[in-house]
């Protein structure tokens, strides 16, 4: 294992431990918290498919082997979006309830930025942040999540507590051939990801403390 990958490896270690902290302390068992979890992460994945894309059209003809990979990416991510929102129908509620926090329009808004001007290597930072904690933590989250409100109301999290195990590592391997710069560039994406998905967490977190549906801090 080469020194950069060594480094990478140990930043999504620490960012994600972090993160780590809020998944355990957040109240999956509460339908107001969790449908809110849903609805935001519906927000950031409908992008999925489009910020991926543009990552295929960013990869060099010089790397091919990049090319291929974001190519599969792109189609193991296809039609996620509506799997969260038949989520939230199976809990009785709909995206329209939940208009979109600050800190997820922050989230993943910021990754056209990382793709236009840093290229495509950098937004395996965000990729990395989302697919390693569902990896670490997504069994915790799909068990809590199934035994507060059933398996039609978890596709999304069952689905990735399993898929994302493997998909941590194709986009980890991404690092074995990218330059000191280009390595830099996912580390700092994926600080800033961490960070901002904590900050979501958190917010939902609050408001459930304080009895209400957490509608607050949104997006313009």
Not at 16 to 40: C, R, S
Not at 44 to 66: D, I, Q, W, Y
Request: charged content about 25%; aromatic content about 8%; overall charge neutral.
């Amino acid at each position: 294992m080469n020194a950069l990958r060594k480094r990478l490896e140990s930043e999504v270690a620490k960012c994600l431990g972090e993160v780590a902290k809020t998944v355990h302390e957040f109240p999956w068992q509460d339908p107001n918290a969790y449908a809110a979890w849903l609805a935001q992460t519906h927000h950031f994945v409908r992008h999925s498919t489009n910020l991926l894309a543009l990552k295929v059209a960013r990869c060099v003809p010089e790397k091919p082997e990049r090319h291929r990979a974001a190519l599969e990416h792109l189609r193991d991510e296809s039609g996620h979006d509506k799997m969260l929102l038949r989520d939230l129908k199976a809990l009785g509620r709909d995206i329209s309830e939940f208009p979109m926090m600050i800190e997820i329009g922050l989230f993943y808004q910021t990754q056209y930025y990382w793709l236009d001007h840093r290229g495509p290597v950098s937004f395996t930072g965000y990729t990395l942040m989302l697919e390693g904690l569902a990896a670490r933590e997504g069994s915790f989250i799909a068990d809590a999540a199934v035994k507060a409100h059933g398996k039609q109301a978890s596709s999304f999290i069952l689905l990735h507590s399993k898929a994302d195990v493997e998909h941590e590592q194709l986009q980890l391997n991404e690092s074995n051939d990218a330059s000191e710069q280009e390595v830099e560039s996912v580390i700092t994406n994926l600080r800033q990801s961490a960070f901002l998905y904590n900050a979501m967490l958190r917010n939902i977190i609050a408001q459930a403390k304080a009895g209400a549906k957490p509608k607050l801090k949104i997006a313009a």
